[in-house]
């Protein structure tokens, strides 16, 4: 394709669909190999405040702007009783799910200091698989219930004297699966949830509820039929690239042909929880990633060291850059559905940090966090683009993804496109609300010299975003090579013609707004 040929016509409309979430920008920590101890938790390292906080991991995470995280696990948590991590006298166990020691010096009090420090909510999924009911509804109690109860008395007595408030519940992680401790069969599960939710709903009818379901059908229905009433969203985990025996990353292009599969997950699960009869339950992605994380089975010490694989560097490219946006443009495109999302995990192993003893590094990921919690606006926009495609190893994807964000106090529109090809500027035309655009813009371009670039101790700026300011003639833009880019159109709002900022009613799509061709 010559560099004249237009690679994809983009229309963008200004009247916004609907206000998305912002906690699909979320994050999970889980007490898996370095992500607490040794993370975000370090109480031997000059790094760490009075507390253990590693705080340039704090700083690092202030500035994602991070709105939610997502803890204890994961499948730690299926194996997790609270109870020993509280108070002055922690009792050492052996953690089942990761067959490690878990010294239960970071609990429940650490860990909603850590997120009140972040100024991030907080977001506990409970033992649904060894813990009971009891410890499901006193942890409730323990963090939001006023004193004047045996739980809601024990927190004071460790020190903190009001309610935490902890918004953000889920009953259980993954009990759908064979490897989770305490696994169930969809009816049993179905109960489980339905009870689960009705004690801790008891305790405090305010908090917002999730239950795990993996979108089958056979296995999410009878939950949904019968806790449905009780729960807010399904809690639904995906990582694309499935890694946890095989430490073996799909490279660029591979990457690139997993780019449309969160999409179709998003329609299949809007159409569940439609037959459902659940149109009020939103969905949480609340583990996500490219690449899952490499803990491959056995029993042995080398079944534990080769979690350490997942620390390396060189594995987080713009691949992970450009996947992470994508499924977030997803994500906008249907913020009236998906109102959470986790990346999994927020530090070490697949994260978007990587903390070594002298400071952190910010990996491809982490970029992505940044530019879109801070360049991108409040409301979905209609957006369209008629792309054409790149063949990603057999696999036809769109070569441009969009996303289009509005504010509507300030009339800013501000868009994220993604540019997957490995070697070639693409040449976009921009209209908004089908008028050529022709605005001064602020763009911002994350990239790297090769697909394959990442950053590491020795490198860290091998992949990092550039701001710009241009003039945009004719609707002309031209994308760099495997780039996300956000564009922000500086043009005042009664500058535009057509401009409505009221929330359209009218915001049917089909399946998704990008389109091959
Ligand atoms: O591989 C990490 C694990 O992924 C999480 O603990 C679990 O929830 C998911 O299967």
Redesign the pocket.
């Known amino acids: 394709m010559s560099a004249d040929e237009v690679a994809a016509e983009i229309d963008v409309d200004t009247t916004p669909l609907f206000s998305y979430d912002r906690n699909v920008f979320g994050q999970f920590v ?1 007490h ?1 190999h370095r992500e607490i101890y040794g993370g975000i938790y370090d109480p031997g390292s000059p790094l760490a405040d009075e507390r253990g906080f590693r705080t340039d991991v704090l700083n690092a995470l202030r500035a994602l702007q991070v709105p939610v995280v997502r803890w204890p ?5 299926s194996g997790y009783h609270w109870k020993n991590a509280v108070g002055p006298d922690r009792t050492a166990v052996f953690d089942r ?2 067959r490690v020691r878990e010294s239960n010096r970071f609990g429940t009090d650490e860990f909603l200091a850590w997120t009140a420090e972040l100024g991030a909510q907080a977001y506990i999924c409970t033992n649904a698989g060894t813990g009971t009911l009891d410890e499901m509804s006193d942890w409730v109690e323990y963090c939001n219930a006023p004193t004047g109860t045996e739980w809601a008395d024990r927190r004071a007595t460790n020190g903190r004297q009001r309610p935490y408030g902890v918004r953000y519940w889920s009953v259980g ?2 009990n759908y ?1 064979e ?2 401790l305490g696994a169930e069969d969809p009816e049993a599960w179905a109960r489980r949830v339905t009870e689960a939710a009705k004690i801790m709903r008891r305790v405090d009818p305010t908090i917002r509820l999730l239950a795990a379901s993996n979108g089958d059908p056979q296995w999410t229905l009878p939950m949904l039929r019968s806790a449905g009433k009780y729960l807010d969203y399904i809690s639904v ?1 995906r ?1 694309w690239d499935a890694l ?1 025996d095989h430490n073996q990353p799909a490279g660029y292009l591979g990457s690139m042909a997993h780019t449309i599969e969160p999409e179709r997950t998003i329609v299949q699960l809007i159409a569940l929880l439609e037959v459902s009869a659940t149109p009020h339950i939103s969905i949480a992605f609340d ?1 996500w990633n490219l690449r ?4 491959p089975e056995g029993n042995g010490p080398d079944a534990i060291g080769a979690r350490d694989l997942n620390d390396d560097n060189s594995t987080y490219t713009m691949a992970d850059a450009i996947f992470a946006a994508s499924f977030l443009n997803a994500c906008i495109r249907h913020g009236d559905r998906v109102r959470m999302a986790n990346f ?2 927020g530090v070490n ?1 697949r994260g978007p940090l990587y903390v070594h003893e002298t400071g952190v590094v910010k990996r491809s990921t982490y970029h992505v966090f940044e530019m879109y919690t801070s360049l991108l606006e409040t409301h979905t926009l209609p957006a369209l683009a008629r792309t054409r495609g790149l063949d990603a190893e057999g696999t036809e994807v769109p070569l441009i993804d969009v996303a289009a964000t509005g504010d509507p106090e300030s009339g800013t529109v501000s868009i994220a496109l993604l540019n997957k090809s490995p070697e070639s500027a693409s040449l976009v035309r921009l209209r908004v609300n089908g008028a050529l655009a022709t605005d001064s813009a602020t763009v911002t371009v994350l990239g790297a010299a090769s697909p394959d670039a990442f950053n590491d101790v020795a490198h860290p700026d091998d992949v990092r975003p550039h701001t710009d300011t241009i003039k945009i003639i004719d609707g002309r833009l031209t994308l760099a090579p495997h780039s996300v880019i956000v564009v922000r159109l500086d043009a005042e709002p009664r500058d535009r013609k057509g401009l409505s900022w009221t929330i359209g009613t009218s915001g049917t799509r089909g399946p998704g707004n990008t389109r091959t061709g």
């Open positions: 889980e898996f696990g994961g499948s730690f948590a799910a990761w992680n993954e699966e490897w989770e985990h990582y946890a583990e899952g994380w490499h803990h999994a995990p192993a």
